[in-house]
Structures are given as structure tokens and as C-alpha cells.
């Protein structure tokens, strides 16, 4: 589901946004800040992108640092003059991964042409002409093993979201009709950081509302726009409205293959929902929901389904997406 482009003003006016990119296009060859995809983690890293693949709305990234004594033999020790930056940057080929173009931020350097093929030599171990780097690493004992661990572990947080989503396929995920009741997103520790990471997760995932959902939502009014938007304000509205409204039209769509819904009366959630949100639970037909914390009574991630098996009620761990998760915890 592409983020209409209404939806992307009406949030690039938060100081966390994922959609201003600064610098004009993205392209291979560009230093650029790069952030985590949740709006509530804002650990930006330099990295140095390798590819853009504009259809999958993605980018290929290789982590950078500013420690040329770090360096190892698989890192491209870059001096001023070839990045244009007032200081050394070390380009790490062994560390690298996949993030959305909206974690692409602001442009802070960009690499010359001598550069990229300089960084193309030592990827592949070949130390031709002026290329530095560093020395190789000794083992688990040299000084620059936990720095590199670090570094690792860092682009991982940075493409965790992306690689999962590339891994996950079209597998469809579960909605939490919760996410769109005004009274339950006032209660959010940050009304506007949860509605960035839902909007990411709506982009990026493959997800459905089935029409037990949709009923819940109708019947509590959170179909109507002058609702929503009397509520949270013009833009903030018109961002879940439009949502709301992809959403549901692709519910009606694809109505006559949807599984039947099961009996709530014999099945259902846990651990519960307090108060308004028991009112707005979603349907319990899914394995995989897309929901957030403060909709749950204790830990969100280890919500189970409920269902009946052989007369008996068995419980079913669920593969469970958090948004707006850092803030809430």
C-alpha cells in the first residue's frame, strides 16, 4: 500500500519524519544520514550508498564511521578531499545492508569517482594505487574486534525493518482496529510517532482488515472523517482517514476470499485490553498483528490467540509488529 502523497506532507512537518530527504534524489555514490525506520529511535548513522532501487523503495548501504586508527584491512580510509567533509571518513565493505528510502536522510558528502573504484579494489581484497586502509585484524584479542562487532550490530538495527519485510513476502498481516480509535490514540505516549511508524508499517507490509473489523470500526465512528479530524487536527486526521479508507477498500475488494471469522465467543486474546481498548480488540483470525503497546495489558509481545481445538481453548503465539514500541516501554 503506497503512502499517498497526502499523507507524506501531512507528516514531514514532525522533527522525526522519514520522508523529507535532503539533498534531492538519492544516488549511488552519496554519504547520507541514515535512521532507524521507527520515528521514536533517532540513532542516525553516515552511510555511503551503494544502489537504489526506486520500485522496491529501497537502498543498499555501507556503514561509515569517523575513526581512521579503526580502521581494518576491509575499510577504505577516505581523507578530506575525496568526500568533501572536513574530516576522515572510513567506508567499512563488510559492513552493509538493505533500508528503506525513507530512512535516507539528509546528503552530507559525496564520493568522487576514484573513490568508488578504490572502495570496489579493497572489497575484493585488491590494493591497487593510492587506496588506504587499515591493517587486517588480528583476532578476537585486537583492540578493534568489539569495535567492529558494534559496527555490525549497528547496520543490523539500522536494515532490521527493511530485511524483515523483504523476507516476510506477501504474507498478510492483521491490523489493530485499536490503531484508528481516537479516544485510544489520545492515550499514546506520542501521538505523532506512533502515526509515522503506522504509516511505515502500512507502506511496507501487506496488510488486510477483514469485515468483522470493519464493522467494529463503523460501529464505533471511526470511518468518518469530520471525526477524526475534529479529533486530532486537520492533518493528523486526513493522515489516518486516507489509511483508513486504503484499507478499507481493499477489505471490500478481496471480501469474498477472506475466511470465514471465528466465533468470538470462543476465542480471543491474550493478555487482555484495558479498559476502551477491550471494545475495539481486533478480530482474532491472524497470526501476525500489527498493534502497539498501549493497547494491551503487560507485554505486547507475547500476545497469544485463543482458539477452540477440539472443544478445548489452545493458545497460539502470535507474530506481533510494535509501533510506536521504544516510547511505550
Given at each position: 500500500?503506497?503512502i499517498?502523497?497526502q499523507?507524506?506532507?501531512?507528516?514531514?512537518?514532525?522533527?522525526?519524519?522519514?520522508?523529507?530527504?535532503?539533498?534531492?534524489?538519492?544516488?549511488?555514490?552519496?554519504l547520507?544520514?541514515i535512521?532507524?525506520?521507527?520515528?521514536?529511535?533517532?540513532e542516525?548513522?553516515?552511510?555511503?550508498?551503494l544502489?537504489?532501487?526506486?520500485?522496491?523503495?529501497?537502498?543498499?548501504?555501507?556503514?561509515?564511521?569517523t575513526?581512521?586508527?579503526?580502521?581494518?584491512?576491509?575499510d577504505?580510509v577516505?581523507?578530506?578531499?575525496?568526500?568533501?567533509?572536513p574530516?576522515?571518513?572510513?567506508?567499512?565493505?563488510?559492513?552493509?545492508?538493505?533500508?528503506?528510502?525513507?530512512?535516507?536522510?539528509?546528503?552530507?558528502?559525496?564520493?568522487c569517482?576514484?573513490?568508488?573504484?578504490?572502495?570496489?579494489?579493497?572489497?575484493?581484497?585488491?590494493?591497487?594505487?593510492?587506496?588506504?586502509?587499515?591493517?587486517q585484524?588480528?583476532?578476537?584479542?585486537?583492540?578493534?574486534?568489539?569495535f567492529?562487532?558494534a559496527?555490525?550490530e549497528?547496520?543490523?538495527m539500522?536494515?532490521?525493518?527493511?530485511?524483515?519485510?523483504?523476507?516476510d513476502?506477501?504474507?498478510?498481516?492483521?491490523?489493530?482496529?485499536?490503531?484508528?480509535?481516537?479516544?485510544?490514540?489520545?492515550?499514546?505516549?506520542?501521538?505523532?510517532a506512533?502515526?509515522?511508524?503506522?504509516?511505515?508499517?502500512?507502506?511496507?507490509?501487506?496488510v488486510?482488515?477483514?469485515?468483522?473489523?470493519?464493522?467494529?470500526l463503523?460501529?464505533?465512528?471511526?470511518?468518518?472523517?469530520?471525526r477524526?479530524?475534529?479529533?486530532?487536527?486537520?492533518?493528523?486526521g486526513?493522515?489516518?482517514?486516507?489509511a483508513?479508507?486504503?484499507?478499507?477498500?481493499?477489505?471490500?475488494?478481496s471480501?469474498?476470499?477472506l475466511?470465514?471469522?471465528?466465533?468470538?465467543?470462543?476465542?480471543?486474546?491474550?493478555?487482555?485490553?484495558?479498559?476502551?481498548?477491550?471494545?475495539?480488540?481486533?478480530a482474532?483470525?491472524?497470526?501476525?498483528?500489527i498493534?502497539?503497546?498501549h493497547?494491551?495489558?503487560?507485554t505486547?509481545?507475547?500476545i497469544?490467540r485463543?482458539?477452540?481445538?477440539?472443544?478445548?481453548v489452545?493458545?497460539?503465539?502470535?507474530?506481533?509488529?510494535?509501533?510506536?514500541?521504544?516510547?511505550?516501554?
Open positions: 500500500m503506497p499517498p502523497e499523507i507524506q506532507r501531512a507528516v514531514t512537518s514532525h522533527p522525526g519524519s522519514s520522508f523529507a530527504i535532503a539533498g534531492g534524489p538519492v544516488q549511488r555514490g552519496d547520507r544520514r535512521h532507524p525506520s521507527s520515528a521514536a529511535d533517532d542516525r548513522r553516515i552511510c555511503l550508498v544502489r537504489v532501487d526506486s520500485k522496491a523503495e529501497v537502498a543498499e548501504v555501507m556503514l561509515a564511521h575513526y581512521p586508527e579503526l580502521a581494518t584491512s576491509h577504505l577516505l581523507r578530506a578531499k575525496a568526500t568533501g567533509l574530516y576522515a571518513v572510513v567506508l567499512q565493505t563488510d559492513v552493509r545492508g538493505l533500508v528503506w528510502l525513507t530512512q535516507v536522510d539528509r546528503l552530507v558528502g559525496t564520493l569517482d576514484e573513490a568508488l573504484h578504490q572502495l570496489n579494489d579493497v572489497a575484493q581484497g585488491e590494493l591497487l594505487g593510492e587506496a588506504e586502509t587499515g591493517v585484524l588480528a583476532g578476537a584479542m585486537d583492540h578493534r574486534w568489539a567492529k562487532v559496527e555490525g549497528a547496520m543490523a539500522l536494515a532490521a525493518d527493511c530485511t524483515d519485510a523483504r523476507i513476502g506477501e504474507s498478510p498481516w492483521q491490523i489493530d482496529p485499536g490503531l484508528f480509535s481516537v479516544e485510544l490514540l489520545m492515550e499514546a505516549a506520542d501521538l505523532e506512533l502515526a509515522i511508524d503506522l504509516m511505515h508499517a502500512l507502506s511496507t507490509r501487506k488486510e482488515l477483514d469485515l468483522d473489523d470493519l464493522e467494529t463503523d460501529r464505533l465512528g471511526l470511518l468518518s472523517l469530520d477524526l479530524m475534529l479529533a486530532l487536527g486537520r492533518d493528523l486526513q493522515m489516518f482517514f486516507e483508513l479508507q486504503g484499507l478499507v477498500n481493499d477489505s471490500l475488494a471480501a469474498s476470499r475466511s470465514p471469522v471465528q466465533d468470538r465467543t470462543s476465542s480471543g486474546w491474550r493478555p487482555g485490553r484495558p479498559g476502551g481498548a477491550g471494545n475495539c480488540a481486533p482474532p483470525r491472524s497470526s501476525r498483528l498493534t502497539s503497546p493497547l494491551w495489558d503487560g505486547a509481545e507475547g497469544r485463543l482458539v477452540l481445538v477440539e472443544g478445548e489452545a493458545e497460539q503465539p502470535v507474530e506481533v509488529h510494535l509501533v510506536g514500541a521504544t516510547l511505550e516501554r
